[in-house]
């Protein structure tokens, strides 16, 4: 009779190669887990942020000149728009003062009862609590005004973190849509 059985030696290889072979399949499997994660941060920070963009460019677009200075103030009478702490003020489509501005890590939108800018009603966030919004920028301010024959516009420069330090730098430039020709 004859015992067949595995060495020690043997076995001590065997289990060696199929450790091996488990560990390199889970880095594997990690490293993808990882790529997925960071990718889908990466889709949802783009996704937010084209949405975000679109939503002020579209509202910057259908902006009205305010010929009283009761939405932006005196100094910016038959102007487009005006410049507020982090943000940017205008009359929009429908006669209401708005606003659009960051307010810490959150870019922010307010719009008045009416036309000045005294009665605005609750800020509404535009950002979700997974973005952090690092800059929100708003120029050329020597574009805004009426007193030359170019087309009112405005550049928008925004800078948003997301998950798995995906972070996107976005910059726009918005003209009015009904044109400013001199009568």
Do not use: H
């Not at 020690?8 to 289990?15: A, F, K, N, P």
């Amino acid at each position: 009779m004859t015992n067949k059985s595995f060495t020690l030696i043997e076995l001590l290889v065997t289990v060696a190669i199929f450790s091996l072979i488990g560990g390199i399949a889970a880095g594997v499997f990690t490293t993808g887990l990882r790529a997925q994660r960071k990718s889908l941060a990466s889709q949802e920070i783009l996704s937010q942020t084209s949405y975000l963009m679109e939503y002020i460019s579209r509202a910057l677009r259908m902006a009205k000149k305010d010929v009283t200075g009761d939405c932006l103030g005196a100094i910016y009478a038959k102007y487009n728009y005006a410049p507020i702490t982090d943000g940017i003020r205008f009359l929009n489509y429908t006669g209401k003062c708005q606003q659009f501005f960051r307010d810490g890590n959150i870019l922010k939108m307010q719009v008045s009862s009416d036309e000045t800018a005294v009665n605005f009603g609750p800020s509404l966030d535009l950002t979700s609590a997974n973005l952090i919004v690092n800059s929100f920028n708003i120029g050329p301010e020597d574009s805004w005004d009426q007193a030359d024959n170019d087309q009112p516009r405005v550049t928008i420069f925004l800078e948003i973190q997301g998950k798995e330090q995906a972070k996107i730098k976005i910059q726009t430039t918005v003209s009015q849509r009904n044109p400013d020709i001199p009568k």
